[in-house]
C-alpha cells in the first residue's frame, strides 16, 4: 500500500508480562489481512515470538518489530516484553513511536511494569493508551479497575468502548450513547470522554454545547492534541485471544491516534559553538521536521544479530528518506557508507522496501559500523546531532562466567560485547581485582536468558556469585614515609617521600598534590611518585579493593645525582602512601543499593521486617491500588544479592522488586574485619 507520513501510526505494546501484548499483536496482524492464519504464542509461532529461547519459554524476550494496514493507514507496532528484567527492551524503543500503548491484564490489574512505563512515556511526553486485555476471564471486576487506573494515573484515563456481553463483545461510546455495557452507562461514559476532547477546542465546544454530535473527522485534531498533551488517555477493551475489540483497537490507533506529522517531537540537540575559547559547548534543542523532501535524519534504536543476515540495524527515520541507494554518514563520521538494502520487519521476515519515508521505521542489515543511538543522516551539517540519552535502571545483578571449553576467553568476550550492544541493560567487565568475567543484568532472570543465548550460540560457561565491588577509603589525616635503597652490582636505586593523605568527602575520588620545594625531590620524579600512589589505588592495602576519596601531598623527600630513578620514586610513592593509609584508620565501603519493592499489601510487614534484618533501612511505604503495597527502602548490596528468589519466596511469586545503586557507606567493623582476614596480598619485590 503507498502511504505518505501522515498516514503512519507507530506504536509501542508495553505492560506487565501476562498482560497479552503477544496475542494482542498476532490478532491485529489476523484481522487487518497482513498474515493470513491466526498466529498464538501458544501454538509456537507467534509473529513476534520468534525466537528460540521465546519459543521455549512461551513469552517474549526481545522486541519485535510488525506492520500491517488498516482504513489507509500503515500502522508500524513494536512487542515488547513484559518481565521487569527485561524493561529495558522497552525503554529503548521508546524514541521510535508517537504513542506507548499500554497493555493491563484485567485479572492482575495495575503491576509494576504498567506503571513504570506509564510514568516513563509520560516523562517522555509521549501520548499513551490504555488496552484492558482479558475481559473475557472469570472473576474479573472492571469497573473497579477502571477506576484504580484513574486513581493512579489520572481522571484523563477514560473510555472510549466498553466491555458487553460479558466480555464477548464491546460497544464503542466515543460517538455513541446507546445500548448496554456490562460496567458503566454508556450514555455517562460518551459525556465523559467527549466532554474531556472539546475542551481542546473552542469552535468544536460551541457546536457541541448546541447541541451537534461531532464526527470521526471532526474528533481526530483535538482527540491527537489531547493525547499529545497527556490531556486524553484512552482506554479500550479487548479478548485478544478471541478477537473481541481487536477491530475497535484498529479503528482507534487508524482514526485517533497521533501520526509523526501530529505526535510530540522527540528531543535531538546540537551543539553551538563555546562562547570562549577553554569554555564548553553549549547544547541546543534541534528541530526536525517530519519531511521526506528535508536531508536524512534518522535514529537507531535497536541492534540485533540474525544468524541469517548477521547485523541488523533498526532505525526510524525522523526526516527525510533513505533507500538502498542512499550513501549515509554515522554522526560525526565523514566516511559515507552506502545502505545496499532496507527492509520493513514482520516479526523474523525482512522484506525489502524499495525507501523508508519520514515517520517510518524500517532495518538496514550487515553494516558493521551502524550502533545502538548512532544518528545516521546525508547532509554534514546535522554532524553533532544527537538524540538525549535515556534513563535505564542500573544492572546491579551479577555472575562471574568462566567457559567450559579451554580457549573459549576470546570467544566469550566477543558474545559479551555483541549483548552489550543488543541490550543497554546489560553490562560486563573483566574485574580487574579478581579477574573475574562478571556479567551484571537488572535480575535473576535476565541473566539467566542471557546465558541461555550464549549456549544456544555455541558457548558453555560456568557460574558463580561474583565478588562484591567494595571499596576502600581513609577516615583521618595522617603521614608517611618510605626510603628506598637497593644497591646491586652496578648503578644502585634511590628514592625517598615524605607525604601526607586526607580524606575527601564522598564520591570525589582522588587528588594528587605537589607541595615539594627546593628541589628535594627534582620535578621529573614527581610523575613517578605518582605512578606509584596509583599503583596502590588500584590495589587497596586492607582486603584489596581499590582505594577512593583520598588526597595526597607528597611534602618532601631525598634524591641521589646518580642513583635516582624513575623506578625508585615509584616504588618509595607507593609504600610511603602505604605507610601512610595504615594509620589513616581505612575502612572498607560497601555499595547501598534504593529498593522499591512491591508486594501483597498482607505480606507487607513481613517484607519490612526481613529487609531491616538484612540491614536495610526502610525509607517509606505505600499502598496501592488493587490490594499491592510498596516498600521503598536502602539496603547493602551484599544482602541483597540474591532477593529476587527470597521475595519469590515469601510471596509465592506475587512480590517483585527494582534497585540501583545510591552510594557507598562503610561496612560494620565485623564485616570489615572478616573481609580484611581472608585477603591474601601477593608478595611483591621491592
Known sequence: MPYNTGDIRNVLLVGHGGSGKSTLADSMLYASGAIKHKASVTDGNSVSDFEKEEKEHGHSIYAAMLHLDHLGKRINLIDSPGSPDLIGQAIACLPAVETVAVVINAQSGIEVVTRRMMEMARALELPRAIIINKIDMPDVDLESLVGQIQ?????????????????????ECLLNKEGESDILSVADAHTAILDQIVELDETLMEKYLGGEEPNYEVLHAPFGRGMDEAHVVPILFTDAKNGVGIAEVLDAIAKHFPSPEEGNPRPFVTYRAAAAPGQPQEEIPFQYHNDPSKPLLAHVFKVTTDPYVGKLAIFRVHQGKCSGQSQVFIGSSKKGIKLGHVFHLQGKEHREAQEIIAGDIGAVAKIEEIHTNDVLHDDHSLDSVHLR???YPTPMFGLAVTPKARGDEQKISIQLAKIAEEDATF?????????EVVINGLGELHLRLILERMANRGLHVDTKPPKIAYRETITVNAEGHYRHKKQTGGAGQFGEVYMRIEPLERGKGFEFVNEVFGGAIPGQFIPAVEKGVRDLLEQGVIAGYPLQDVRVCVTDGKHHPVDSKEVAFRTAGKYAF??????AKPVLLEPIVNMEVTVPEDKMGAITGDLSGKRGRIQGTDVLPGGMAQIKATAPLAEVMQYQSQLKSVTGGQGSFVMELSRYEPVPPQVQQMIASQYKPKVEEE
Open 151 to 171: 486513581t493512579t494515573f489520572g481522571h484523563e484515563c477514560l473510555p472510549i468502548n466498553l466491555p458487553g456481553g460479558g466480555g464477548k463483545r464491546v460497544v
Open 389 to 391: 540519552p535515556l534513563t
Open 427 to 435: 553490562r560486563w567487565v573483566t574485574d580487574r581485582q579478581t579477574h
Open 578 to 583: 602505604k605507610d601512610a593509609i595504615l594509620k
